[in-house]
């Protein structure tokens, strides 16, 4: 009876063991992954924050480790290394693919690179061609496909400047002896926004160099090795990213309270902001990967003879290496079978061939019309409509050709919003974007048809004037002067801007005669603002506001 009894208690006791055991062990350990982020913890990198913190990781099967930038070791070398299995970085993964290293694109997060370079406007530095010969800082072959992309249009070679390596470092332009710097868009010009301090941002999207920003990658052979693993990798991140451009404030919540990150709440919103106009989620499928755009970047670094003509970078887009279907392979799948079907039935040959024809057409079409947009999108100003400082610097240099082989007269008239920061400040920058685009289109309405209007960068807008005299520039300033001071933008503060006037004098560059128009609109802001000043009498054609 004892031993009954005992075990009675025994076999009681069992169950409650192993579930104490079991409690103690994990179910199935998840598999180790580590990211290797190219920045420390901040927006740019939202989606795997959320991916890790919202359990999209874990539903995969990863237990992912998120490592903030290694100052010793790029991304490219860390993943190529083996000490980290996924990386992020920008299109300059196509130099390391044309160099030979086995590097491979899961995805394309920022459909548009943040990438720019900075100066002190005081500097008076306000495009490419004025760097040559200056001091840039920049990470050399290293995140700058989109800066190597701009010298080249402008012609300027490897050694035409001189380069300083980047030291991270926000106030570097106020501290370091250079000219311009590097930043991201998301990033650095909030410090200097914050601290009042006037730079002027060189942008690459300005003059039709859009490239891709920050992309997700691995190694060839991790992908080979794991390729379940890696598509599952990209599924949860493109997921994070998802929930990140639906939830900033939650994810910038993470950021301060998990990660550590060293930037204020303002700083974060503000980066938040900028990133959804790089990845425009709204617009682009998450993680979209366009193997021209790639192509495009391997020409450039092949013109700037950083690489051989006869390197290929075959295999960077990971669909090369998966047996995901791709669309090429759809069509040599039905091309090769209508063929066969063509030798046994010749009727079924000449339906065949008809609707081949008829597909041929249509894609002939639609190939047509996507270049047609490309082309309007390279020279066209997203927001406003009008054509951007690339457009400009065409239309100008047409017309000065034609001013010195015809001597006919030519001015130009800058303009931009007075106070403009104010309005951004207290309304938020999609108020600023409205008034933008309004003006835009009340000043589009009030100049002639052989006119040339565009924005010239951020609230500054040019109006080139062909076989206009400076008389007939300045009349047209102030009549758009008036027409916008008295306009009804529907906010509570006032709208006016100031104007820079100058005619094109003989053997004068495009250059120097924005230089001087700059100069003029610089002396209309010192006198009041609201006013047009031309270039040419300084302050004698000065008009007061009304």
């Known amino acids: ?80 290394s083996g000490s980290a299995d996924f990386g ?89 002896p250079i000219d311009a710097m590097s930043v991201y868009l998301t990033n650095q010009p909030f410090y200097y926004k914050k601290n009042n301090i006037e730079v002027t941002i060189i942008s690459p999207n300005s003059y039709g160099i859009d490239f891709y920003g920050d992309m997700l990658f691995t190694s060839e052979s991790y992908l080979k090795k794991n390729t379940e693993t890696a598509l599952a990798f990209r599924r949860a991140s493109l997921r994070g990213w998802e929930y990140a451009m639906e939830n900033p404030e939650q994810v910038i919540h993470w950021i301060l309270t998990r990660y550590g990150s060293q930037k204020t709440r303002e700083h974060l919103k503000f980066e938040a902001e900028m990133t959804r106009r790089m990845i425009q989620p709204d617009l682009i499928e998450l993680g979209h990967i366009n193997n021209n755009r790639f192509n495009r970047i391997a020409n450039i670094y092949k013109n700037q003879q950083l690489i051989s003509e006869e390197n290929y970078f075959q295999g960077l887009n990971y669909l090369d290496h998966t047996n995901q279907e791709t669309p090429y392979s759809t069509w040599l799948i039905f ?24 597909l041929v057409k249509i894609r002939t079409l639609e190939l047509e019309k996507s270049r047609a947009e490309l082309e309007k999108l390279s020279n066209t100003d997203a927001l406003t409509g009008l054509g951007n400082r690339r457009n400009l610097d065409k239309f100008i240099s047409q017309q000065i050709k034609e001013c010195n082989r015809y001597n006919k007269s030519l001015s130009v008239v800058l303009f931009d919003i007075d106070h403009f920061k104010r309005i951004n400040d207290n309304l938020g920058h999609n108020t600023g974007d409205q008034i933008l685009a309004t003006l835009a289109n009340l000043v589009s309405n009030n100049v002639r048809g052989t006119d040339m209007l565009g924005r010239w ?58 230089h001087r128009t700059d100069l003029a609109l610089y002396q209309a802001k010192q006198a009041g603002r609201n006013l047009v000043v031309t270039a040419d009498k300084e302050f004698s054609e000065k008009t007061t506001a009304a």
């Open 1 to 80: 009876m004892i031993k009954q009894l005992s075990l009675a208690k025994a076999f009681a006791v069992l169950p409650v063991l192993l579930s104490c055991l079991l409690a103690s062990m994990p179910l199935m350990a998840n598999e180790k992954v580590t990211l290797q982020l190219k920045w420390f913890h901040q927006f740019q990198f939202a989606g795997y924050y959320a991916a890790k913190e919202k359990g999209f990781f874990a539903e995969e099967g990863l237990d992912v480790e998120i490592r903030e930038r290694d100052p010793n070791q790029t991304p490219s070398e860390a993943v190529l």
């Open 88 to 176: 992020t970085a920008d299109t300059s993964l196509v130099l390391h693919r044309l160099q030979g290293k086995p590097l491979v694109v899961l995805a394309a997060i920022f459909q548009h690179s943040p990438l720019a370079l900075m100066t002190l406007k005081e500097s008076g530095i306000i495009s490419p061609l004025e760097l040559k010969g200056k001091r840039v800082m920049f990470q050399r072959n290293v995140d700058d496909a989109a800066l190597t992309a701009t010298f080249s249009e402008f012609g300027l070679k490897h050694d035409d400047i001189k380069h300083v390596p980047h030291n991270f470092k926000d106030d570097a332009l106020l501290n370091t």
């Open 335 to 358: 091309i090769a079978t209508a063929l066969i079907l063509c030798l046994i039935v010749i009727t079924l040959f000449i339906a065949v061939n008809q609707r081949l024809k008829s």
């Open 457 to 514: 960068g951020g609230e500054e807008f040019m109006l080139i004037c062909p076989h206009t005299e400076i008389a007939g520039a300045t009349r047209l300033a102030e009549l758009l002067r008036r027409a916008i001071a008295t306009h009804d933008f529907s906010i509570q503060l006032a709208i006016h801007c100031s104007f820079g006037v100058a005619q094109l004098q003989p053997e004068e560059t495009a250059t120097e005669l924005f």
